[in-house]
T-cell receptor
Framework: DAGVIQSPRHEVTEMGQEVTLRCKPI?????LFWYRQTMMRGLELLIY????????DSGMPEDRFSAKMPNASFSTLKIQPSEPRDSAVYFC???????????FGDGTRLSIL | AQTVTQSQPEMSVQEAETVTLSCTYD???????LFWYKQPPSRQMILVIR??????QNATENRFSVNFQKAAKSFSLKISDSQLGDAAMYFC?????????????FGKGTHLIIQP
């Protein structure tokens, strides 16, 4: 069974550009999570969805960040406009039910120049 | 808000020896889950072990076991017979129980070095 799939694996872009990160959760999982990992702040929850509905976006840093889940098999995290401080590894994770462990994708390493 | 603290930024152990990684957490909830995740240099996040707070028995997965002390809000990970492949960052994580899905709160991590 395929795991959580994230793309791209690496992204390098210039400040001010729009960045879109993509995630395909494990088939059948009904919860999806976006995390950000930086040296300074560690791993932080940005937003999560349950049955494609955003439940808690309190971790989204500012209005430049937005996330969508148009269907059960796809989610995007968008940054517009991007800034150098957005450089981080962004993880997507999914779980089957609320009491089941979260399975992580391999992450996207984002570098904003 | 819940917090997770890992007080050991780095630990080193000889191959085949036993090492214990510490984790404490703060919560007002009575039911929750605790996890240890491993992150090797490949940056994958790999679930090592999971503990439900309502279970008194400590979880065990092969060479990995936990010491869960609910009253003390402590959740340490013991790795027995350490192997070179165990070298990684280890993150302790908390998630409340009940209701819908909820995100994980992570500690800052412990960098585990295995000396051959």
């Amino acid at each position: 069974d395929a795991g959580v799939i994230q793309s791209p694996r690496h992204e390098v872009t210039e400040m001010g550009q729009e960045v879109t990160l993509r995630c395909k959760p494990i088939s059948g999982h009904n919860s999806l999570f976006w995390y950000r990992q930086t040296m300074m702040r560690g791993l932080e929850l940005l937003i999560y969805f349950n049955n494609n509905v955003p439940i808690d976006d309190s971790g989204m840093p500012e209005d430049r960040f937005s996330a969508k889940m148009p269907n059960a098999s796809f989610s995007t995290l968008k940054i517009q406009p991007s800034e150098p401080r957005d450089s981080a590894v962004y993880f997507c994770a999914s779980s089957l039910y609320s009491n089941q462990p979260q399975h992580f994708g391999d992450g996207t390493r984002l570098s904003i120049l | 808000a819940q917090t997770v603290t890992q007080s050991q930024p780095e630990m080193s152990v000889q191959e085949a020896e036993t090492v214990t990684l510490s984790c404490t957490y703060d919560t007002s909830e009575s039911d929750y889950y605790l996890f240890w995740y491993k992150q090797p240099p490949s940056r994958q996040m790999i679930l090592v072990i999971r503990q439900e707070a309502y279970k008194q028995q400590n979880a065990t997965e092969n060479r990995f076991s936990v010491n869960f002390q609910k009253a003390a809000k402590s959740f340490s990970l013991k790795i027995s017979d350490s192997q070179l492949g165990d070298a990684a960052m280890y993150f302790c994580a908390y998630r409340r129980s009940g209701g819908g899905a909820d995100g994980l709160t992570f500690g800052k991590g412990t960098h585990l070095i295995i000396q051959p």
